[in-house]
């Protein structure tokens, strides 16, 4: 099974700047990664797919980058409905695996 | 409207047994691959199980094998997950997910229901 782990676990943000989070594979992934956000109480949401392209109706301020092993999603000029945890997932061996998450906190 | 509504959850003894339907509309479902996700409480995501379109094609992990059973009726555009065997640790919210293409091999998931919640207890 592939192991996914994210860094930081907790993010604190003011409004406007800029978060950075990490996620890194125990063996590559090629460009089978994806984002997902889940504010509380709600089902977890695509944000990216396939490393860097962002899902139907993302806000162009959410990108990722990476390849293999290493990954990064970036949020530009960050919003108070930003707050959320955010969790990766590889897609290239089943069993699918999420990392444990990042919380994104707005300051 | 896409919508995906999952039902079927609910309290049950351990060593019982449940199905969970989930009911697409806004989509047919035979174009896609679909599967189950459930998240226990405090904890991040678990993928169980996946389905090709046809329903050839399943995955399973390994913690479920043998007790879980994921189906689909294209018919009535309803995936299921008949689960056996519960045991405490499948105390979690389970959604239903969308897949992008009709395999479940390297595919992504675009779409999640709500969720509906199974908890298993004495």
């Known amino acids: 099974e592939i192991v996914m782990t994210q860094s930081p676990a907790t993010l604190s943000v003011s409004p406007g700047e800029r978060a950075t989070l990490s996620c890194r594979a125990s063996?590559?992934?090629?460009?089978?990664l994806a984002w997902f956000q889940q504010r509380p109480g709600q089902a977890p949401r695509l944000l990216i797919y396939?490393?860097?392209t962002r899902a139907t109706g993302v806000p162009a301020r959410f990108s990722g980058s990476g390849s293999g092993t290493e990954f990064t999603l970036t949020i530009s000029s960050l919003q108070s409905e930003d707050a959320a945890v955010y969790y990766c997932q590889q897609y290239n061996t089943w069993p699918y695996t999420f990392g444990q998450g990042t919380k994104l906190e707005i300051k | 409207e896409v919508q995906l509504l999952e039902s079927g959850g609910g309290l049950v003894q351990p060593g019982g047994s449940l199905r969970l339907s989930c009911a697409a509309s806004?989509?047919?479902?035979?174009?896609?691959?679909m599967g189950w996700v459930r998240q226990a409480p405090g904890k991040g995501p678990e993928w169980v199980s996946v389905i090709s379109s046809n329903g050839g094609n399943t995955y399973y992990t390994d913690s479920v094998k043998g007790r879980f059973t994921i189906s689909r009726d294209n018919s009535k555009n309803t995936l299921y997950l008949q689960m056996n065997s519960l045991r405490a640790q499948d105390t979690a919210v389970y959604y239903c997910?969308?897949?992008?293409?009709?395999?479940?091999?390297?595919?992504?998931?675009?779409?999640w229901g709500q969720g509906t919640l199974v908890t298993v207890s004495s």
């Open positions: 806004g989509l047919t479902l035979s174009s896609y691959a």
């Open positions: 063996q590559s992934v090629s460009s089978n």
């Open positions: 997910a969308k897949g992008r293409s009709t395999s479940p091999s390297k595919n992504y998931f675009d779409f």
């Open positions: 396939g490393v860097s």
